[in-house]
């Protein structure tokens, strides 16, 4: 019998072949069981091929709650005989923390997206990869608002072969990782308990009380705080407080000498602590505007999507 070659040279259909072979007696013989002179068998030729599948998320590291975040996953398929993968499985499950999501496949031409080219929730979709050829499907999904903090959302996807299809390498998982990071918009606001000081009045006249709030915004994440006083010439920072808390907002220090430097605070979305800030006009300071000013900036892995509001200066007028 005569068989598709096993090893083709060409690119060739994927699929059931049948291959019948039938016996014929000779001239004056007499074949008394005619009803098995043909066999049929049936070869299935496989497309042969590397499907592998890839997943890159934006924006990497780092998410927060609510936030936007895109998945890309592309299945490719390197054939060196350039088969096709004929009803290839990608499936992409999304994991606990991604509150929703809707997707888009594309495919240039010889491959396809299969039954649909959009959908949302999880993916489960047979598509066509021809070789070289890959197929994209783009995750937009939103964080859920009770993702866990500081632990990571990873995101699998997998593509698997048909049975038509040898895949010869691995690459069939892929997954993408972001932290879920705390997000808050912390503010603070400086006001300056005088007007103006006079240099020469005695050390008394000359002592100003700066007070200064630091908030989060409502309906962010518990954030915690740093604060830091800058150091403007003129001026001898005595010491200060924190304190006066609102909306569950606390104090890692109650006082300290000199200025706040990366002072700490844990301000819930809505909530306030407030610093009050001793310091004395030296007599030697410069006649005019003298410029005080604080900045709060949110700890290592907490994020701040709005540093706009983040630094506040007070004036005071130094007179003779
Ligand atoms: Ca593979
Ligand atoms: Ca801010």
Known sequence: MAFWPPSHTHAAPSGPMVNTATVVPLAGYVDTSPGNDSASDTVTIRGAGN???????????????????????????????????????VVDTLPAGIASATWTCAAASGSS??????????????????????????ITGTVSPTATLNAAIANTATVAAPATFNDTGGANTATASNTVRPSGNLSVTNTVSKPSVARSGNAIGRQVLYTVVVANGAGGDPMT??????????????????????????????SGSGRPVNASSTVPGGGSVTYRITATVNTNAALGALNNTVTVAPAANFIDPVLSNNTATATVTVTA
């Open 113 to 138: 997206c299969g039954a649909t080219t959009s959908g949302s929730g999880n993916i489960n979709q047979a598509v066509n990869v021809a070789n070289g050829v890959p197929v994209v499907f783009t």
């Open 51 to 89: 499907l592998a599948i890839a997943k890159t998320v934006t924006p990497t590291g780092v998410v927060v709650r609510g936030g936007t975040v895109t998945y890309t996953v592309t299945a490719t398929n390197t054939s060196p005989l350039g088969d096709t993968a004929i009803g290839a499985n």
């Open 225 to 254: 705080a740093l604060l830091t006083e800058s150091t403007p010439a003129g001026l001898t920072f005595n010491s200060w407080t924190c304190g006066t808390p609102s909306g569950g907002g606390t104090c890692a220090a109650a």
